[in-house]
């Protein structure tokens, strides 16, 4: 009995270690996330004002930059791609058309051929 709450209890610790590991690593900046590549383009941080703040202006583009600047986000990126790819066959490249053997083409080529 004492086993089954000691892995209750292990578990629930590791789900929330992982759940808040993306929010520790944003504020402390301790592993390097590497770089998306691709045509990605890039919000600036706002600086803050009170003129902005109480306009309404700071809000939206200051909720862009952290909506694609946060811990982990590549990874996490990385891996919803990954997950898609290879369960649901599913490319989030409109040009993209996964062929036999799950070979990965572009419309154009085949277009052109």
């Known amino acids: 009995m004492e086993k089954k709450i000691f892995f209750k209890k292990s578990l629930y610790i590791l ?5 808040l590991y993306p929010a520790f ?5 301790l592993v390097k996330d590497p770089k998306l590549k691709g045509g990605i383009e ?8 009170f003129a902005g703040w109480w306009n ?13 600047n946060f811990g982990c986000r590549n990874y996490l990126v990385r891996l919803h791609n990954e997950i898609d790819y290879r369960i649901f066959h599913k490319g989030h490249n409109r040009n ?9 083409y572009e419309k154009e080529y085949i277009l052109t051929y």
């Open 15 to 19: 789900g929330a270690l992982l759940l």
């Open 25 to 29: 690593n944003g504020i402390t900046g």
């Open 42 to 49: 890039l919000k600036h941080d706002v600086a803050f004002s």
């Open 56 to 68: 309404g202006t700071w809000q939206g583009p200051k909720e862009e930059y952290l909506r694609e």
């Open 96 to 104: 993209l058309v996964i062929g036999k053997e799950d070979y990965l």
